[in-house]
């Protein structure tokens, strides 16, 4: 056993987006067609056209133009409160978010849900379709509750209306699931993305971006069930499509370029990944700009495997970079700003820097355990951290508090016999073997040997 105590299972930015593209439904015109002017009216269902076009294609700063356009046509019509002016107000809403400007993406998109319920009434699937993407935005506001809210009710609306095998119904089945999967309910994700995929393959063909985007979210789920050989083969695939149906260019690949970047990683395969996270790097600048907070999901991918290789500056700046944009964009109590904090921790531990490693890691904890519970893998894992650093430091009541928390939730969630609680283990006997209490170092010790299958 190592007697320093490395930092185990080192803390890694989770596949799956920490900050997902939003693939949302927009539509060519809108029921409850307002009565006016003939040439107001085509203008307006021009510039609806060109919009749809521009942001299928990822041209947002084009589409954003277009968009206030609408809405400031659409302010005109009679009445003031009309269906096209709500269908105006959700463009504006999802190319705000799809920019990662989310707090100028929730008041159009509130305002559109509001409008469409009074003028098409609550459960037309025109409100669907904007519950859908309210649920996304909350989800990249880190408002859980809100958005599984907002699924749950676009899943009901649409299921009422269209079927149980619809492709409207997919992308709700997708985004719930996906949800599901960020709080750490693998099977239940798991479930709600399988049948999303097999109505999308048989509603919209296997070669459709809409496949991609729940074999993306399939394999996040893969990943962190740690079945790396799974996860590469469905964004290897997912990467595929996308690249075929929207070009090597297009936005909508940086997701999948960092999710199987970092696959590779998982299985030591930094010389393969480090070309995807580049890659994505390249197509994220060009398609958002340096300073927008997507930027900071590749900037952080790419982060992870320069760290990997021992290159610990150049990681500690491109993850010092992500978590200001970060700052900048998101809620201070945003889990992404915690998975930030634990990187740059990770990164001052390699360097002997503890004092500041444990600063890092005290607040990455204090966002996780309000954001996800105590009961969740991702504290555990950096009151594991803690533990160590606080050995480090000396502090060994503080060490044995972090790993006694530790070890009670990784028991929990995977079972007494698991690699990851022998980690646990193994580092508790160490300390307490520091604070003198050789007996009960010799029992954890033991416990952790026995999951091992080895002797010492």
């Known amino acids: 056993m190592d007697r320093n105590s490395t930092l185990n299972n080192i803390w890694r930015l989770s596949v799956k987006p920490l900050l997902p593209l939003l693939l949302l439904f927009l539509i060519p015109a809108c029921a409850g067609h307002q009565a006016n002017s003939s040439a107001a009216q085509e203008k307006w269902l021009a510039l609806n056209r060109e919009f749809i076009a521009l942001h299928t294609k990822g041209s947002y700063d084009q589409a954003l133009t277009t968009a206030l356009q609408g809405v400031a046509l659409a302010q005109e019509f009679m009445p003031r409160e009309n269906a096209d002016l709500a269908t105006s107000l959700n463009n504006l809403g999802v190319t705000y978010a799809a920019m990662g400007r989310f707090e100028q993406a929730r008041d159009p998109l509130e305002r559109a849900l509001a409008m469409r319920e009074k003028v098409l009434g609550p459960n037309h699937l025109e409100v669907a379709t904007t519950l859908s993407n309210l649920g996304e935005l909350y989800v990249d506001m880190n408002l859980p509750s809100e958005a599984e809210d907002a699924f749950i009710r676009a899943l009901e609306i649409r299921e009422a209306e269209l079927g149980s095998e619809n492709a409207d119904l997919a992308e709700t089945l997708n985004n719930l699931g996906e949800l599901y999967f960020r709080r750490g309910l693998l099977d239940q994700g798991d479930k709600l993305l399988r049948r999303a995929l097999a109505i999308r393959e048989n509603k919209l063909g296997p070669s459709h971006p809409q496949v991609a985007r729940t074999l993306d979210n399939l394999a996040g789920i893969e990943q962190a069930r740690k079945h790396f050989p799974q996860a590469q083969e469905l964004l290897e695939r997912s990467l595929s499509i ?4 929207l070009g090597p260019q ?3 690949l940086t997701i999948t370029l ?16 480090e070309p995807l996270a580049r890659r994505a790097i390249n197509i994220g600048e060009t398609a958002y700009g340096q300073e927008n907070v997507r930027m900071a999901l590749p900037l952080t991918t790419l982060g992870n495997l320069l760290r990997n290789q021992g290159q610990f ?3 500690a700046e491109l993850f010092t970079r992500a978590l200001r944009l970060q700052e900048q964009a998101l809620p201070a109590d945003h889990l992404d700003i915690a998975i930030s904090l634990g990187n740059l921790a990770s990164v001052h531990y390699a360097q002997g820097r503890f004092v500041e490693a444990r600063s890092f890691y005290e607040r990455a904890l204090a966002i996780s355990e309000a954001g996800l519970g105590q009961n969740h893998g991702d504290v555990a894992q950096l ?8 050995r480090k430091l000396g502090n060994l009541d503080q060490a044995k508090a972090m790993f006694m928390q530790a070890l009670a939730t990784r028991e929990a969630l995977f079972g007494s016999s698991a690699p990851i609680v022998a980690d646990t283990l ?3 006997a160490l300390t307490l073997e520091d ?5 009960s170092a010799a029992a954890y010790l033991q416990r952790a040997k026995g999951i091992r299958g080895q002797t010492w």
Not at 435 to 439: E, F, I, K
């Open 242 to 245: 996308k690249e075929t149906a």
């Open 435 to 439: 604070a003198g209490d050789a007996a």
């Open 250 to 252: 297009h936005p909508w």
């Open 258 to 273: 960092t999710s199987l970047a970092e696959v590779l990683m998982s299985q030591d395969k930094n010389a393969d990944a």
């Open 426 to 428: 193994e580092a508790l």
């Open 383 to 390: 009151q594991h951290n803690l533990g160590v650093v606080n």
């Open 313 to 315: 500056d150049e990681a």
